[in-house]
Every structure is written in structure tokens, then in C-alpha cells.
């Protein structure tokens, strides 16, 4: 079955402590991993994505594929930090198709 | 240039009534997906239209939901009759044709059924 899992509905660190929101899937195959991320009263937007193995806003995300897991880290959070984040997954590309998300992590940075 | 933009923010209905929600994508963006988001669960897909067609309608959850997009522009998804479980934000994105392309996703409309 393809699923995405974040266990952590909520995370909260102090600003500058380090990040690391888990997130684990299964899907049969070598799928598009991403993170998405929505901001208070803005919409939902992409983050990151596996295949493009950039630092977005200090956020790194690797993928391992022994652990089926895609954890989104970030060294020092910020106070901009505070989001939803959302896990996600689609097939490779193969063809425009549907992303699965996970259960989403409210990330709280504390000041 | 304009996002994804989705009519209304907000709907408060009674069970049984009808509600139609609307969405506009990101023009020239073929596909455009649906999606639904239930108190504290996962943000679920509906369905997939590339142009007017409906590519991927696995996520429908039964026959009180209907969507069109008639001249493959913009999009809208009926509940009739609506039930309470049915509350939740409703999403719609919207990509290119091109393959692996992002989706932009609009800012959701709140469906509440009392």
C-alpha cells in the first residue's frame, strides 16, 4: 500500500535548536518524495523535493531508502519556522499523477 | 501572475443541503487535483482532471460528490446531499503538462456541515 507516516502531530523546540520532523513511507518502488510546508493563513506550498537535493530555507531533507524514510532537518530554527508541515509522496516520473501526504507536523519554534 | 484560487474560504451548510465549491487553476496548467484535508487525518486525494478529463477519480468518496471541468479551465466539486462527515478544508492544486512539474495549490475552501 502507499502510505506516508509522520508519527509527530506536534513538535515544539526553543529558536535555535536543531529540527528534525520524521517522516517514514511505503510505496513499492523508487517514488518523487517531497515536503510541503503551510504557513499561518497562507497556503500550501512546496518546500522541497528529493530529487532536486537543495537546502531550502536551511531545511535539508535525505532520502533512505534501506529505512524508507525522508526526514526534513534544519540545524537552528527560526521563529519563521512555525508551519504545517506535510510529508509527501507520487509515483516516479512516469506521469503527472496524484501525490499521497501524510498526516502533516505542526512545527512550533518557541521564542 | 495569479495562483490557484478556490470559491468560497468558507461554507457553513445543514446536512442535506447542496454546496458547490470552485476552483480556478493556474491558467495553461492541464492537470488539476482535488483534494480534502478532515480534522486531524491526512490531506486525501479526490481526483485528478487532465484538461476535461477525469484521469484518476479513486479518491471520490461516493456518489454525493461530483466534479466537472467543462473546457478544461475551471473546476468545480458538488456535495448533494452533504453529511456531517463531509466538513473538512477542501484543496485544489494545479501543474503543467509537463511530467514531475510542482503542484501550486490554492488556499483551500473550509466546508462545515452542522
Known amino acids: 500500500a502507499q502510505r506516508v507516516t509522520q508519527p509527530e502531530k506536534l513538535l515544539s523546540v526553543f529558536k535555535g535548536a536543531p529540527v528534525e520532523l520524521k517522516c517514514n513511507y511505503s510505496y513499492s518502488g523508487s517514488p518523487e518524495l517531497f515536503w510541503y510546508v503551510q504557513y499561518s493563513r497562507q497556503r500550501l506550498q512546496l518546500l522541497l523535493r528529493h530529487i532536486s537535493r537543495e537546502s531550502i530555507k536551511g531545511f535539508t531533507a535525505d532520502l533512505n531508502k534501506g529505512e524508507t524514510s525522508f526526514h526534513l532537518k534544519k540545524p537552528f530554527a527560526q521563529e519563521e519556522d512555525s508551519a504545517m508541515y506535510y510529508c509527501a509522496l507520487s509515483p516516479p516520473l512516469s506521469s503527472a499523477s496524484k501525490i499521497i501526504f501524510g498526516s502533516g507536523t505542526r512545527l512550533s519554534i518557541r521564542p | 501572475e495569479a495562483g490557484v484560487t478556490q470559491f468560497p474560504s468558507h461554507s457553513v451548510i445543514e446536512k442535506g443541503q447542496t454546496v458547490t465549491l470552485r476552483c480556478d487553476p493556474i491558467?495553461?496548467?492541464?492537470?488539476l487535483y482535488w483534494y480534502r484535508r478532515v480534522m486531524g487525518k491526512e490531506i486525501k486525494f479526490l481526483l485528478h482532471f487532465v484538461k476535461e478529463s477525469k484521469q484518476d477519480e479513486s479518491g471520490m468518496p461516493n456518489n454525493r460528490f461530483l466534479a466537472e471541468r467543462t473546457g478544461g479551465t475551471y473546476s468545480t466539486l458538488k456535495v448533494q446531499p452533504a453529511e456531517l462527515e463531509d466538513s473538512g478544508v477542501y484543496f485544489c492544486?494545479?501543474?503543467?503538462?509537463?511530467?514531475?512539474?510542482?503542484?501550486?495549490f490554492g488556499q483551500g475552501t473550509r466546508l462545515t456541515v452542522v
Open positions: 492544486a494545479s501543474s503543467q503538462d509537463n511530467l514531475g512539474s510542482e503542484a501550486f
Open positions: 491558467s495553461g496548467h492541464d492537470n
